[in-house]
């Protein structure tokens, strides 16, 4: 036997021997950074769920809130199904704030659960309203009235006239 083969047969063992001892040899550290990856996942994957949970609790009081304005909900059911899904969106709450670091306010969690929905039906009323907010619905208001009052056009410019002009603004045409 020559020796490169000598040397490539032991470098074989010692690759063989460093990969079967490589689990004797491993760090307790290591396992226990894997362990806290796995408890960290774990809370992330109830945060989600519970979060998940709060979005459908918001939900199913905005619908709720929506179907007694209509008049589809018994009034003496309204209060009993309300309550019921404040005290699950309380409870979920509670629950998110126990796994980690809340918005920071001491408000309580029926309180935050009220804003929550609040906000909520702010966003519904602009999604109706084409998007626009309070300003920019008085302002079409106002371009339509505007526009109410418009009496047509001079005859000899075609500059737009109102109803209360007597003269053209542009040209002076008596209107």
Do not use: W
């Not at 769920?49 to 459908?56: G, H, I, V």
């Not at 526009?147 to 007597?166: H, L, M, R, W």
């Amino acid at each position: 036997m020559d020796l490169g083969s000598v040397m490539l047969i032991l470098a074989l063992a010692l690759g063989v021997g460093i990969y079967i001892s490589l689990p004797l040899t491993r760090h307790p550290a290591s396992e226990k950074l894997v362990a806290n990856q796995k408890s960290a996942d774990d809370i992330d994957h109830k945060r989600s769920a519970l979060l998940a949970e709060r979005d459908r609790v918001l939900t199913a009081l905005q619908e709720l809130d929506f179907d007694q304005a209509l008049g589809k909900i018994p009034a003496e059911d309204y209060p009993v199904q309300r309550t019921a899904l404040m005290t699950t969106g309380a409870d979920v709450l509670r629950q998110l704030d126990q796994l980690g670091p809340g918005d920071g306010s001491g408000s309580s969690a029926e309180d935050r659960l009220e804003a929550a929905v609040a906000a909520r039906r702010t966003d519904v009323r602009r999604i109706a309203n084409n998007g626009m907010d309070d300003l920019e619905l008085a302002i079409a208001a106002r371009r339509r009235e505007r526009q109410e009052k418009s009496a047509g056009f001079c005859p000899k410019c075609g500059n737009p006239a109102q109803n209360s002009d007597v003269f053209c603004s542009h040209c002076g045409t008596t209107l």
